[in-house]
């Protein structure tokens, strides 16, 4: 779906690599993921001695993945509440109209 922006570069430096990121979006908020990724990456390599570049990318990886899953069940315990209480405001209604 064209979203009516021009896509553009925008560079990022993460783990002392630059890279090049192709987007459509706001350029401070692909500045900010990968400054956010970046100190990701420098808190694992304080903690991991002698970790090559891959690894810490990997463990940051693993990280990311673990806090995705999270917000991925409190969403869906979330999605499950607002259903039952949709259910429970439906009964409702129903015995106000009957």
């Known amino acids: 779906m064209d979203t009516g922006k021009d896509k553009r570069p925008v560079r990022v430096t993460i783990a002392n ?13 692909v500045l900010e993921l990968a400054n956010r990724v970046d100190e990701l990456i420098a808190g694992i390599a304080k903690r991991s001695a002698n970790a090559d570049t891959s690894r810490l990318a990997i463990l940051a990886c693993l990280h ?16 499950d509440r607002v259903e039952a209480r949709a259910k429970r405001f439906q009964g409702l209604l129903d015995q106000v109209i009957d």
Do not use: C, P, W, Y
């Open 17 to 29: 690599q630059t890279f090049t990121l192709i987007t459509a979006g706001d350029d401070r908020e």
């Open 64 to 79: 990311l993945a673990d806090r995705l899953n999270s917000v991925e069940q409190e969403m869906k315990s979330m999605r």
